[in-house]
């Protein structure tokens, strides 16, 4: 994914304001997934469950549209993982420019939008 913008996104099925913003991430994902940007190409998006049942995960990705890499944690590791992060709730969320440089935490999918459209590559 290096050269692409990437937004890493911290979810669970089980969480209500992660599945309503679904939609407006489905939105973000294919208006920028193929466009060119001043310093990068592309933008992606890698959601991380923190779910524990894995059949719940998957109803939901396939329910809620969610067409992009999506990983779930196991239960040993989901705490690490967090603790690295400093995630004390969720959605969160982190954006990632084309170098891999966090450049947005928990930012709403709009402060997002308006984000990259700045960096959207003008003819």
Known sequence: MQGKYVLLDFWASWCGPCRRESSALVALYDKYNNQLFNTGSGFDIVSVSLD????????????????WRNHILAAETSKT???????????????????????????????????????????
């Open 81 to 123: 993982i967090a603790e690295t992060y400093g995630i004390e709730a969720i959605p969160a969320k982190f954006l990632l420019n084309e170098k891999g440089i966090i450049v947005g935490v928990n930012q709403s999918i709009r402060e997002i939008d308006h984000y990259l459209e700045r960096q959207l590559k003008k003819d």
């Open 52 to 67: 524990r049942r894995k059949m719940e995960w998957q109803e939901a990705i396939a329910a809620d549209n969610l067409h």
